[in-house]
């Protein structure tokens, strides 16, 4: 997939400090999404009557609109332009976030949550690249990247402390609570966003045949997962969701393979580096979001804690990230991605071990906290590093499709390890702490595949060190290797 720059249309140019708090406070809402939803899980299903691995969807849906449709998100811009699209993908989000808020019907919220990751997979990527053609390089387009990734890895944290406070009046506050803020941005957007025309050349196609492909793929394996538990791993209801699957992703190659005009091009080569990145970060995040299904579940369903409860126990998982996420470029620079991102698999691992040796209810301060802060220090030190590392080493044309699958991947990693998560805790519910421990067992194993990858890329030969600019992420002018 090659994604052309924008053309920002002359003497339109907006007041800078106002379009970064348009795109920075874009980037908060997207990133507080999975955190709010996350904490009002239980509330949620006890609403609808769900158990866990079907309540997870209203998580995991907006990890498959994000995921599954990145890729055609990038194809929106080139035909539509940036300031198009991502003001519609503001309107959108808005109205998704009000009809998930008051629906009576979780198929819907699910539906509108997959909505509002689509929206995600427009502003998101589209933000930065607004940025990167309206800021001079230098200090002043340095400074807006560090403000927009410090958003973007504070919205974890905002969306803990929000779904906290909301969630225990009610959860339909917390999905519904970004709609004004969104349709405020939006309004303001309309007077900050640069006007932008598509991407100069014959027009694109749009592949609706591969964004659908791919996006059904992620339903019928999330839909796989979730049926366990009420049908068994055997069952037909199960093994027809994973032919589903299997049969939408060898049709999403075929169409991409046959395409003129592909969502990416296969095959990509990247020298291995951006899979391996991926598996990293797809291990960290997975790891992480399946730790925090259990943890939630187990407070609140078992222990009787409060949403707030629940959100300030595995806050210092997240705020050491927020912290220091302006430091990242430094830390890389001094210290390398490759030798981070080995230290950085390791603390999560060691946290999923030491709560896998927890009783069933666990004192915080000297059980839970160690393993919050352990998963925190993992993505102080590796989180941005395996973002760099992505498409370090790939020529200027193939960055954008490899950031768009190394994001994808990481997106899918957040649709199954949650939903398995779920699913195996749900089925051990009733069995005291040790029918809690499969679970956890899926945690220790996705979280094992960081130092995996690690090993594997920090045993392979060293590139040579190289300064990268105008990177497709928020971490640019970084020393890789």
């Not at 055609?72 to 991502?86: I, L, P, S």
């Not at 927009?148 to 504070?154: E, I, N, P």
């Not at 225990?168 to 932008?196: K, V």
Request: aromatic share 8%; proline share 7%; glycine share 12%.
């Amino acid at each position: 997939m090659k994604t052309a720059p924008q053309r920002t249309a002359p003497g339109t140019a907006a007041p800078r400090g106002g379009l970064l708090a348009v795109l920075a406070g874009n980037m908060l809402i997207d990133a507080l999404e999975v955190s709010a939803t996350l904490v009002a899980l239980p509330a949620l299903g006890r609403d609808f009557h769900l158990a866990p691995s079907t309540a997870q969807w209203a998580m995991t849906a907006f990890a498959i609109g994000f995921g599954g449709l990145m890729l055609f998100g990038a194809r929106v811009v080139a035909v539509h332009g940036a300031r198009r699209a991502y003001l519609w993908a503001l309107l959108a989000f808005a109205a998704a976030s009000l009809v998930t808020g008051v629906t009576g019907s979780f198929a819907l919220l699910v539906a509108c949550r997959v909505v509002k990751g689509f929206c995600a997979a427009l502003t998101a990527p589209t933000g930065l690249a607004i940025i990167m053609n309206t800021f001079p390089e230098g200090p002043h387009r340095s400074r807006a990247i560090s403000v927009y990734t410090v958003f973007g890895a504070g919205g974890f944290t905002t969306g803990l402390l929000l779904s906290g406070v909301l969630t225990d009046i009610s959860w339909r506050w917390t999905l519904a609570a970004p709609a004004p803020a969104a349709l405020l941005l939006f309004l303001l957007g309309l007077r900050m966003i640069p006007r932008s025309a598509p991407a100069p050349g014959p027009r694109r196609r749009y592949d609706v045949a591969g964004a659908l492909s791919a996006t059904g793929a992620l339903v019928c394996l999330d839909l796989a997962i979730a049926s366990s538990p009420a049908h068994g791993w055997f069952s037909a209801q199960v093994a027809a969701a994973a032919a589903g699957f299997a049969v939408l992703g060898a049709l999403f190659v075929a169409v991409e393979r046959r395409s003129t005009d592909p969502l990416v091009q296969l095959p990509l080569r990247t020298g291995g580096t951006m899979a391996r990145s991926a598996l990293g970060a797809g291990a960290l995040n997975g790891s992480y979001l399946g730790l925090l299904v259990v943890v939630t579940f187990q407070f609140q369903a078992t222990r009787g804690w409060s949403a707030l409860e629940t959100a300030l126990a595995i806050l210092p998982a997240s705020v050491p990230l927020a912290l220091v996420a302006l430091h990242s470029g430094r830390m890389i620079a001094r210290f390398g991605t490759r030798r981070l991102i080995a230290y950085g698999s390791l603390p999560p691992l060691a946290g999923y071990l030491l709560y896998l040796r927890l009783p069933a209810h666990p004192g915080y301060a000297t059980a839970v906290l160690p393993t919050m802060l352990l998963v925190g220090l993992g993505f102080v030190l590796s989180f941005a590093a395996l973002n760099t590392q992505a498409t370090s080493g790939l020529a200027p044309a193939e960055r954008g499709a490899a950031a768009a699958l190394y994001q994808s991947a990481v997106q899918i990693a957040a649709v199954v390890a949650p939903a398995l998560a779920a699913a195996l805790f749900q089925n051990g519910l009733g069995s005291g702490s040790g029918g809690l421990r499969p679970a956890v067992w899926l945690v220790v194993a996705i979280g094992a595949l960081g130092p995996v990858a690690a090993l594997t890329t920090y045993l392979l030969p060293r590139p040579p060190r190289r300064v990268t600019s105008g990177g497709q992420g928020p971490w640019t002018r970084r020393v890789s290797g």
